[in-house]
C-alpha cells in the first residue's frame, strides 16, 4: 500500500516541461480556478482506495488538496466533451497523460472540443505504438493464456505477429474473439473517441439486435472501421472489455491501414483529418420539392 | 454460492446448467471464459443452445425438467467408472448406501430416452466433471424452477459430493442468485419460514429471542409463500396485501388465475420506482426511492455484503423503503425508530450471527462474505471447509418425476420462459432504459426451423400459443437456439405475457412454480 502511495504521489511534469511535484500541481490547479483561467478542473480523488475521476471547481477549492497523479486512467476528455457539448463556452482544465492529449487533439480535429477553452496539466504516462517508453502499469499485459493461444488472438501480439496466420486461421481466430462479445458496449462507452450522437451499432438497419453474441463479425468490423483516423491507442477499450477480445490489436491494425494510405497518424496532432473533409456550410434553404 | 465468483476463474472444470450465464449473469460468464482459456473444461448442458455451449468441451441440449435422469445418469456412469471420491465421501458424508443404490437403474440407455442425451455425450459429460478437480457447478433457474426444483438441486449436490468438489477452493455448488439482494433479503429473514440468517421460527429459543429483541409476541407458525398466498387470496383468507419490489402480475405463473385471486383482495398497496403492472392496479401506491437515491447495503450471490452510497438525494416525492416501513410500522402502532441504515445494520449483526463481525467501517468498497461472525473475522470465500454446516454431508436418494404437464395430443409442444440480455426481469426498469429498449422492443417466441415449416411460420409472423390456462399472441422468431418439440418466450414483455401460459403448478417442498416446463399448442395467428 506504501509502495501505491508512492507511486501517486510521483513527481508530475507541467506543459512547460518544468518539473513539478503534486504540491506545484494542486497550487496550479488553485490558480487556475482562482483567476478564473478555467471554470472547472478533471482530475481524480482517491475514494476508499479507489481513484476516481473528479471535478474540481470554485465551490470546492479545498477539496484541491486531495487531487492525486499517479497512476490513474480514465478518459477525462470524454467526460469534457459532454460538459462541452452542454456548455460550449465553459474553460476546463484537465490532467492528461499522452494518450489523453492524443484523444484531446482527435477531438479537436473533430470539433468536439475547442482547444482555446482547455488547460492541460500532464503526467507521464504508458507505453504505445506511438510513445514507446513510458510507464503505466494499467497496461502492463497478462500473458496469454492456453487455450486462448490455441484458438484466439493473444492480446500481446503486435500487428505484425496477428498476421503470420493464415486467412482461414485468421478469421477463425478472430470469430472465436468476437463470439466472446456480451454486447455490453463497454468498449464504445469508455471511447475518449467515440462521440458521434447517433451510433451505427445500435442501428437495428445495419446490425441485427436482441441476440447473443451480437451479428458478428459485423459489430466488431463497424466499430473498427469507426476507429480509423480516430483511435488513439489508449488501451482502454480492452481495459473494459469483459471477455479480453484483443479490441486494441483490432484498432491498431485499422490505424496502420490509415498511416500506409493517407500518412496519417492519428492523435498525433491536431490538423486536418483525412476523414473530415467538411465542406462549406450550407446557408441555402433547402430546394421546395 | 457455497464458492466466490472469482474462484471460478481457476476450476478445473466448469459444469453449467440451466443457467444462461452469459446473457444472464455476463460478469460470472467473464470467469467462465476466462477459466476455459486457462485450460478449464467446460461442459454445458441447458434445453436451448446458448452462447456458453460453442464453447463447451461438450454441450447438450436435455428436455426441458429431465434434469434428475439427466444427473443421475452422469452419477450412474462415474459410480461404474471408479471416478468418485470414496475417502471424501466416507470421511464428510451420509446416506451413501441408499444413495448409490438408487443410481443402479440409471444406465445410460434409460437416461436417453427421458433426457434426448445420447450415452456417449452423457459419458463425456461425466467424465470431464469427475476427472477434473476441482470442478465448480454453476446453476440458476433452470434447475429450480420446476415441480421437481428441490430434487434438482440436490441431485447437483449429490454430484458434487461424489466427487469431493464441495469445500474446496474453484469447486462448489453455486445458484447464481436473480437479483442483486436476493441473496440479502433471504439472510435477512425475507421467508416465510425463518428470522435473520436461517433461523427456523418453530424453534422456540428463536421466537423468544426475537420476541424479546423486538418487543413483541412473535408467531412461532410457518407463513405462506407467494404461491400459497395466491390460493389464500382466493379462498378469502387473504384480505390485504402489501407487494414492495415485486411485480407479480408478470413474474407470477398463471396470469388469469392470479388476475381473479388480486380482484378477491380488499387492500393492494403496492411499493415501487415505477408504476408496474401491480402498482397500477393497486389502491395504494407508495413511491420509494432508487438505488442511486439510497443509502444501506446490498448482499449479493456470493454472500458478499457491500455498501450502498447515495448519490443524488431522492427525486419528488419518494422515500427510501426503510422510512417507508418505518413510517408504516409506527402508524399501526408498532413503533419503529432508526437514525438511519447504519442503525439499521447495526441491528442485523446482532440478530444474524453470519453478519455480527460486520459494520460500515470494516465494509469498504469491496465488502465482506459472510458467515463473518466477529470484527476480527476476514469473512468466508468459500463454505463447508472442514465440514457441512449440518456436520455430515446428506445424500438423497433421488428418483425422475416427468414435469406436472407433459405434451399431449391437444398441446403438443414444450414451453419453456425464461430471460434475455438486454432486459431484467418484468422490464420495471429496463424497458424504460431507450438503449435496452432498442436492443429488444417486444416479446417474440423462439421456434426451430423445421417447426416452423411445417406450421408455414415465418421469422416476423405472429402466432399465437395457448395452454391450459390461456393465450398470447407473439412474433415469432426462428431460430436453431431450441430444439424441433420446444418452444421459448421471454417474460419481460407485459403486451405478450409469458405467465399467461405458465403453469402454476409448483414444487411441494419449496413451492417455486414450474416456469420452466408445460404444454403448449402453436398457431398460425389468423
Known sequence: MEEQMKKWLEPFSTTDGKPSTLATMQEQVKEWIDQDKIDVFLGYKMVQGHPLPHFFTKNNLDEVDELIGGQARYSLEKIATKIAAEKPAIKIGLMVR???????????????????????????????????????????????????????????????????????????RWMYEFSKCIKCYGCRDICP????????????????????????????????????????????????????????????????????????????????????????????????? | MTNSIEEIEDAACIFITGSNTSACHPLIARRVFRAKEKGAKLVVADPRNIQLSRFADVAVTQRVGSDVAMLNGMMHIIVKNDWHDKSYMEARCEGVEEFLAALDAYTPEKVEPITGIAPADLEKMAELYATNS??????????????????????????????????????????????????????????????????????????????????????NKIGLTITDMVQAMIDGKLKALYVIGENPMLSDPDQNHLDKALDKLELLICQDIYLTETAARSDIVLAAVSVAEKDGTFTNTERRCMKVN????????????????????TAMGYEMKYDGPEDIFKEVTTAAPSYAGMSYERMGLDGL????????????????KEQFTRGKG?????????????????????????????????GTMTRVSPHLDAEQKDGYVEIHPEDAETLAVKDGDTVKLSTRRGEIQVSARVSNKVKPGLLFVPFHFAESPANVLTNAAADPTAKIPEYKVCAVKIEKAA
Open chain 1, 98 to 172: 499522452d494518450c489523453n492529449q492524443r484523444a484531446l487533439n482527435v477531438l479537436y480535429v473533430w470539433n468536439q472540443l475547442n482547444p482555446e477553452n482547455v488547460e492541460t496539466i500532464n503526467l507521464n504516462c504508458c507505453p504505445s505504438k506511438l510513445k514507446k517508453h513510458a510507464d503505466c502499469s494499467y497496461l502492463e499485459p497478462e500473458k496469454a493464456a492456453v487455450y486462448k493461444k490455441e484458438v484466439g488472438i493473444d492480446n500481446n501480439m503486435d500487428v505484425e505477429d496477428a498476421e503470420v496466420f493464415d486467412m482461414e486461421q485468421r478469421f477463425k
Open chain 1, 193 to 289: 473517441v467515440c462521440f458521434c450522437k447517433e451510433c451505427s451499432l445500435e442501428h437495428p438497419e445495419l446490425i441485427a439486435t436482441g441476440t447473443l453474441p451480437p451479428e458478428n463479425p459485423i459489430f466488431h468490423l463497424v466499430r473498427a472501421v469507426h476507429m480509423g483516423g480516430r483511435c488513439i491507442d489508449c488501451g482502454l477499450c480492452e481495459d473494459a472489455c469483459p471477455v479480453d477480445i484483443p479490441l486494441r490489436l483490432l484498432y491498431r491494425k485499422v490505424n496502420a491501414t490509415v498511416e500506409d494510405e493517407f500518412g496519417y497518424e492519428t492523435g498525433t496532432h491536431a490538423d486536418q483529418s483525412p476523414f473530415n473533409l467538411l465542406g462549406d456550410e450550407v446557408t441555402l434553404e433547402p430546394k421546395p420539392l
Open chain 2, 134 to 219: 476441482p470442478a465448480s457447478i454453476l446453476y440458476a433457474m433452470g434447475i429450480t424452477q420446476h415441480t421437481t426444483g428441490v430434487d434438482n438441486v440436490k441431485s447437483i449436490c449429490n454430484l458434487a459430493m461424489l466427487c469431493g468438489n464441495v469445500g474446496v477452493k474453484s469447486g462448489g455448488v453455486n445458484p447464481l442468485r436473480g437479483q442483486n439482494n436476493v441473496q440479502g433479503a433471504c439472510d435477512m429473514g425475507g421467508l416465510p419460514n425463518v428470522f435473520p440468517a436461517y433461523q427456523p421460527v418453530t424453534v422456540e429459543a428463536n421466537t423468544e429471542k426475537f420476541s424479546q429483541a423486538w418487543g413483541k409476541e412473535l408467531p
Open chain 2, 310 to 329: 447515495k448519490a443524488i438525494e431522492p427525486l419528488g416525492d419518494t422515500l427510501a423503503d426503510w422510512e417507508i416501513i418505518s413510517r408504516l410500522s
Open chain 2, 369 to 384: 462474505q459472510w458467515p463473518c461472525p466477529n470484527p476480527e473475522h476476514p469473512g468466508t470465500q468459500f463454505l463447508h
Open chain 2, 394 to 426: 446428506l445424500f438423497h436418494a433421488i428418483e425422475y418425476l416427468d414435469p406436472a404437464e407433459m405434451p399431449d395430443a391437444e398441446y403438443p409442444y414444450f414451453l419453456t420462459t425464461g430471460r434475455m440480455f438486454a432486459h431484467y426481469h418484468t
